[in-house]
């Protein structure tokens, strides 16, 4: 059995490492214990039940890394989930009986609480476009966050103050957005209804419905956003995170919300992690080596360019060009906001 190895600065290779050797357990006990015969080496239950919350915790962030990674799907309206996945998990495991355990996870928390304690304003605008949780459901999420870390009080941000900031970033961003396409969203609403029904107006009946079609003053501006914000949407049961396609839901939506369905579709084509560029400037490390150290930069930067274009061909960009970690950098050991490889 070739185990998974450990590599120091990546976290999550120590998850692979733990994950690979739980199977043989009692194979490896006997072997440390008797081919060895090294009490410095032998591993004890109470040993093997530590490595199984240890990994029992990086599997929350392995979880995160590799959605939060993907990019043939939003994730900016992830992150907010996925800090409060991480959090939960801190706040479970810190009574523990092992104090070796709860010494590791005091330090990755404070660690945690050095990027994450203050959520970014984008993040926060990007959950509450999502319909199925806006403003009352990030409310909840940012009070089980703050529960959960239980950080000092006076370094703690309240829920209801972010809530008050984050409603205020968005109403900038979306008046921004509607002073640059209000215009021309009005103007190609009223091409497409008109060119159906002009011919069956009279002159009176057409100025009339120009005169409610025309672009709105400053005074109603956020209309759009509040009636989103005030708008109770049904769902089905079977909406959840593995299969709510928030970009189809706000194309379905396009009509009722113009430039709010514009302005999501530009705040979730932001990818959260850098780990597909980096994996594709990977590629030309992998390609220029001591064997073909000679190529052309023009030749290289188009086989990286061709690379990387069948790859999206055939949607294998988020899977590593190899399997041994050793070889690869920068594919999914890297979460965000400044990583995680203390956590070793």
């Not at 739980?22 to 194979?27: A, G």
């Not at 993907?70 to 959090?87: E, F, I, K, S």
């Not at 605008?125 to 319909?131: E, P």
């Not at 209000?182 to 609403?189: H, I, K």
């Amino acid at each position: 059995k070739r185990f998974a190895r450990d590599v120091p600065t990546r976290w999550n290779s120590t998850y692979k490492l733990l994950l690979s050797t739980f199977e043989y357990k009692d194979l490896l006990c006997g072997f440390f214990g008797q081919v060895v015969q090294s009490s410095s080496l032998y591993l004890y239950a109470n040993q093997w039940n530590i490595c199984t919350t240890i990994c029992e915790i990086l599997k929350v962030f392995s979880d995160a890394t590799d959605q939060l990674s993907g990019v043939y799907y939003p994730t900016y309206h992830l992150v907010v989930t996925h800090l409060c996945n991480v959090a939960c998990i801190f706040c479970e495991h810190l009574t523990s009986n092992e104090l070796p355990l709860i010494e590791c996870i005091i330090s990755m928390k404070t660690k945690w609480e050095k990027y994450f304690l203050n959520i970014l304003d984008i993040f926060l605008c990007a959950i509450i476009l999502d319909s199925r949780i806006k403003l009352d459901g990030l409310g909840e999420l940012l009070t089980l966050y703050y529960d959960s870390l239980d950080p000092i009080t006076d370094a703690c941000p309240s829920s209801s103050m972010i809530i008050s900031s984050v409603r205020h970033s968005l109403t900038e961003i979306y008046i921004e957005y509607n002073e640059k396409y209000g215009s021309q969203v009005a103007t190609q609403t009223q091409h497409t209804t008109s060119s159906i029904i002009t011919s069956r107006l009279t002159k009176v009946q057409n100025l009339i419905r120009d005169r409610t079609k025309r672009p709105r003053g400053s005074s109603s501006s956020n209309l759009e956003l509040e009636k989103y914000l005030t708008t109770n949407f049904d769902f089905n049961a079977t909406d959840d995170d593995d299969t709510f396609d928030i970009l189809r839901w706000w194309a379905q939506k396009k009509q009722v919300y113009p430039i709010l369905s514009l302005m999501t579709k530009e705040i979730l084509a932001c990818p959260v992690s850098t780990v597909a560029v980096e994996q594709a400037f990977s590629m030309g490390g992998n390609t220029l080596d001591e064997r073909r150290s000679t190529i052309r930069p023009e030749n290289l930067e188009a086989q990286c360019l061709l690379n990387d274009w069948s790859r999206a061909a055939s949607r294998t960009q988020d899977q590593d060009e190899t399997n041994d970690d050793e070889d690869t950098e920068g594919t999914s050991g890297t979460t965000t906001g400044g990583g995680t490889s203390e956590c070793d």
